[in-house]
């Protein structure tokens, strides 16, 4: 048996009912082979994989918090610290029912290589909580945060581990965060990414991952002979990274005709109207049934569908697993010619098998969803030098870093046979910068 089953096989006996995290690990070292095979003697003496898919640091702690009716909740909060070879652990903080240690694992793994491609010094984790912010008033959202910080901030600071927001994790719950983090700590640190502009924050950290995805996209297009100008792009989600790359796709030329959320869809055959969403969404805190009120001329459907709307892009921006099999054989039949993933593992496994089989042109999450981190490591920055960057001056390093990160997935996959197969492209760069750092550290 190879290394790489070997491993993976252990993976699967040793973290059962995983589901996430084994998909994630198949993913990553299958397309990892003809790297593993050509040092496998070397790989398999100093456990390379076996320490590259075990974290580094597993935390599970109670969250108790007490209601507006004076009731006690209790939910259960994670930080999985996964790999810090080329830097302090870095990614978001998911508040959502579906929470558990398997979801958190497969983020933070797919971390490592998605702030390795960034080329900044970032390592990779990922936290959160089965707490679900819907329909909690502020007091309740910062109980819980008090209480979710009073345990988490004991393994994390700015040069250990640095949390972000993520599903769950807007701008209310990191400042509630934060302020119990300085409490706690006695310190005003870049503890947290994703910050309110008063306190610390970026300039161009919202619209970070959803434009970052549309840089990339872009220049993907470019480099195949393609214009993002005269687009037609279906997009996923409503949530930050939807709502944000529906704006950038719309400010290149293209035109964006949905968008869904967690009960149903909208079809607008004139272009998805962006500051109606925002409304609906950031202000009111409402469902898209309300978006039919400021477009009369579209639709809404209950349940999934997105996917079934002709378009020439597709933009998974929601959450794992959410383009199907199924899904990809519409979009293959209906002439779409690139799915970029704006979610982490939006597409199932068999899905982005098919897509690749029939030439589409696949951006896997861990490359084109990297613009928030890449933010965030800017935001770190300012805070390290107590500077604020103008907007302009964040997006247009932003644009650099996706630019510069689709040109090394791309010349990964020219290197090892691969070419315009951009999943194994990311995978191999990040796995080549993480193992270098980590051979030169030692047995650590």
């Known amino acids: 048996m190879s290394y790489v089953d070997e491993v993976y096989e252990r993976v699967v006996r040793e973290n059962p009912a995983e589901a996430e995290f084994h998909q994630a690990v198949r993913e990553v070292l299958d397309s990892l082979r003809p790297v593993i095979e ?105 109980a819980f945060c008090q209480s979710f910080m009073t345990e988490l901030y004991k393994y994390i600071g700015a040069d250990t581990d640095v ?41 161009a950290r919202t619209e970070a991952t959803g ?111 959410e383009l199907f099999l199924e899904d990809a054989k519409q979009l293959v039949a209906n002439g779409a010619i690139a799915v970029c993933e704006g979610a982490n593992m939006p597409t199932t496994a068999d899905a982005t098998e098919y897509l690749l089989e029939h030439g589409i042109y696949f951006l896997p999450g861990k490359a084109s969803n990297a613009g928030g981190v890449a933010t965030s490591a800017l935001e770190m920055t300012q805070n390290s030098e107590r500077i604020a960057w103008s907007f302009d001056e964040v997006d247009a390093k932003l644009k650099s870093i996706m630019v510069n990160l689709f040109h090394s997935i791309d010349d990964a996959a020219k290197r090892w046979g691969k070419e315009g197969n951009y999943m194994v492209g990311a995978n191999i760069a990040g796995f080549e910068k993480v193992v270098d750092a980590m051979n030169r550290q030692g047995i650590v």
């Not at 100093?46 to 209601?67: C, G, H, M, S, Y």
């Not at 978001?92 to 929470?99: A, F």
């Not at 958190?104 to 971390?111: A, D, P, Y």
């Not at 869809?265 to 009120?293: F, H, M, S």
């Open 38 to 142: 050509e040092n496998e003697e070397a790989y398999r003496r100093d456990a390379v994989l076996e320490r590259l898919v075990n974290p580094e640091r597993q935390i599970k702690f109670r969250v108790p918090w007490i209601d507006d009716k004076g009731q006690v909740q209790v939910n259960t909060g994670y930080r999985v610290q996964f790999n810090s070879a080329i830097g302090p652990y870095k990614g978001g903080l998911r508040l959502h029912p579906s929470v558990n240690l398997g979801i958190i694992k497969f983020l933070g793994f797919e971390q490592i290589f998605k702030n390795s491609l960034t080329g900044l010094p970032l390592g990779g984790g990922k936290g959160g909580s089965d707490f679900d912010p819907k329909g909690k008033s502020d007091r309740e959202v910062m």
């Open 211 to 321: 434009y970052g995805l549309l840089y990339i996209t872009e220049e993907m297009l470019k480099c195949n002979g393609h214009d993002m100008a005269g687009k037609v792009v279906t997009v996923s989600g409503s949530g930050n990274v939807a709502t944000y790359a529906i704006q950038k796709a719309q400010q290149l030329g293209a035109k964006v005709v949905t968008c869904s959320d967690s009960n149903g869809w909208v079809y607008d055959p004139d272009g998805i109207d962006v500051a109606a969403l925002k409304e609906i969404k950031e202000v009111n805190r409402q469902r898209l049934t309300e978006y039919k009120k400021y477009r009369p001329n579209s639709e809404y459907h209950e349940g999934r569908g997105v996917w079934q709307i002709p378009c020439d892009i597709a933009l998974p921006c929601a959450t794992q697993n």
């Open 163 to 203: 949390p972000a927001g993520d599903i769950g994790t807007g701008a209310r719950e990191i400042g509630y965060m934060f302020g119990q983090y300085k409490r706690l700590r006695g310190v005003f640190e870049g503890v947290l990414t994703g910050k309110g502009l008063s306190f610390g924050g970026s300039l």
